[in-house]
């Protein structure tokens, strides 16, 4: 399937493989949460007994019931009156207009010469002048007879009568008068004006209708500032709301015309489909996507490397949404919340040890926000962010605890700082939530804390060597299972070909040691080295190392069979680490460390007899190392080689040696194909000769 997937690579080619893959990955995520994100609805009709209770699956205000309450909040709102002072002076004003007419008619009358003044002409023409006061809205109504009866009176009487008229209006106007307090006031200066000895008995029924007249409201609602109160009450109001979990009908209950608004208003009813939230989770991936293609690009890797972090963060969040999955299928059949059970760390520490801090921080930010929508309750928010939180810590709490190279004991001392601080997360989540929790709630989200914390560590002990063997990445615990001495190979090498097993020993102390120190893997470099001459067994006794109180075999063939059977054992080596299913970059330096270096020896031999020989014919058939480990196992092989063969090694010595072994591999072009840098080998060869003079250091001679 491995092959396959790389020739699928090789045709289509990065720019359409990764592009592809996010895409992918993009679609899987949508899949699994799209129905996370649909709301229940429910097959309903009017009329008709409900089948079970239903709960609003969302908070949604209700317009016919907020404007309800805002419409009876104003009607509440006592009117705002305006007092007006200068009334009582207008109605006096209209009094004495009116005695004025009354004088003005009689005076017309006498002014006109050769005729009496008849009254009739004289009622008619004050009738006409009291027409706009007969018209009003409470319109003054004097009969004939009692406006006979007041151009009959004197007009020093008149005058007397207009006076006492005036000053009862101006008493009773003084004071604020509603609208509906005229009618007992009218009635009141009526009572007064009749029982007033100073206005002829003749005119009192006059003098009374004119006072009635004259008492109008001086205190009227002031609109514009009442209509303001009302808006401002209005605005007051909160609007009405059906709340998320809110009970909207009960089980066997009949669905009534209030019933069915409310469900859809919360969009419950089958015949209503909401787009938004699709569109909105789309938005999500879609910006997902876009900064998982960022942080792709932006990836030092080479690009087969890339394409395989992809596949690999894929799997863990696939198989980290099916998790989610089960959870939330199961999660119906509890009082409490269960999501706090999900594993916070275990995306972000298998990506981790796999892939790098970048991806392993989105994988956490990703997974975070996925169970905030695929966990939240059945009557949440679409996204609950108390899980986004609980996630996002403990995840974040496991990427920052572990390294790459880093063993099992301590990913479970990581599991435990996660769990540790899963516990605090759900302490500040009791302690700031509003609900009441009782003691075996209580005691269920802090075990569930410790059970997410342990099986993070857990289930990524437990899926990383499947992962490993699926993508062939290399881990350091895979590493490390490698190098166990019982290992079946390593085994092999020890006994066939002890002298190799040593020297393969000594190289990987060299080496782990100078890769350390320029920032390479040193573990991989160590473990690299145990196997790579492993293709020593198959002919053990023609190698130097191995050659213990036996006649060298080379003495007794020719230099060009010595040579196909010393070139052979980089190849050799790499079939056996291939058949035994090795990963690839142990295989790789078993197949690199020689590169296309020449076989001096042989070649040199081989030219005493023949001096055409072809150089080309003793060179390894490589290829050049291909990474800065490789480089510095190649290095630390021939080193360890050269410096043991030294018959009294000194300081002085070895670094004479190590220096010219490192100029021949440069001159010779061995490091043209690796990323590594003059400075980093003058880093390794200072190592080397550190670490050899301390292994070939001076001793004492002991006493006989």
Known sequence: MRQRARSLYKKAGYKVVAPGLVFLIGLMVYVFLYPSINGDTYDIQLFQLSDETIRSAKT????????????????????????????????????????????????????????????????????????????????????????????????????????????????????????????????????????????????LPAAASIARFAIKPNEVVDEELTEAQMEQAKASVEPTRILQGQVLVQEGQVIDREVYRQLELAGMTEEQQNFKPPIGLLLFVFIAMGLLMLITKRSSAKEPEKITQLLVLGTVIAVSLALMKIISLVSGNFEVNIAFLFPTALAGMIIRMLTNERYAVF??????????????????????MDIVLYMLVGGITGIYLIERDDQRARLLQASLVVAAVNILYVGFYLLMGQSQYDWEEISFYFSAALVSGLASGALTIGMLPFLESMFGKLSAMRLIELSNPNHPLLKKILMEAPGTYHHSVMVANLADASCEAIGANGLL????????????????QFFIENQMNIPNPHDSIPPDTSRDIILAHGKQGGDILRKHKMPKEIVDIAMQHHGTSLLKFFHHKAKEGNRDVDEALYRYTGPKPQTKEIAVVSIADSVEAAVRSLKDPTSEKIKNLVDAIVEDKLKDGQFDECDITMKELKTVKKVMCETLNGTFHTRIEYPK
């Not at 009607?75 to 305006?82: G, H, K, R």
């Not at 207009?97 to 009689?106: P, R």
């Not at 009496?116 to 319109?139: C, K, V």
């Not at 690299?528 to 053990?540: A, R, V």
């Open 60 to 203: 949604v205000e209700d317009p016919i019931k907020t404007e309800l309450e805002r419409n009876r909040v104003a009607a509440e709102i006592s009117p705002s009156y305006q007092f007006s002072d200068e009334l009582a002076g207008n109605q006096a004003a209209i009094i004495e207009s009116l005695f004025g007419y009354i004088i003005e008619v009689k005076n017309t009358a006498k002014e006109k010469k050769g005729k009496a003044p008849g009254m009739a002409a004289m009622i008619a023409d004050l009738r006409e002048n009291l027409r706009l006061m007969e018209t009003s809205e409470s319109g003054l109504r004097l009969s004939d007879e009692t406006m006979r009866n007041l151009l009959l009176l004197p007009d020093e009487r008149l005058l007397n009568v207009q006076k006492e008229l005036q000053n009862a209006v101006e008493n009773r106007l003084s004071e604020p008068l509603r609208e509906e307090a005229v009618p007992e006031v009218q009635n009141s200066i009526e009572q007064e004006i009749r029982e007033n000895e100073n206005i002829p008995a003749s005119v």
């Open 363 to 384: 994988a956490s930010f990703f997974t975070a926000v996925s169970a905030g929508v695929m966990l939240h309750g059945n009557y949440a928010e679409m996204v609950e």
């Open 525 to 540: 470099a160590r473990v690299g080295c145990y196997y790579h001459d492993i293709g020593k067994t198959k002919m053990p």
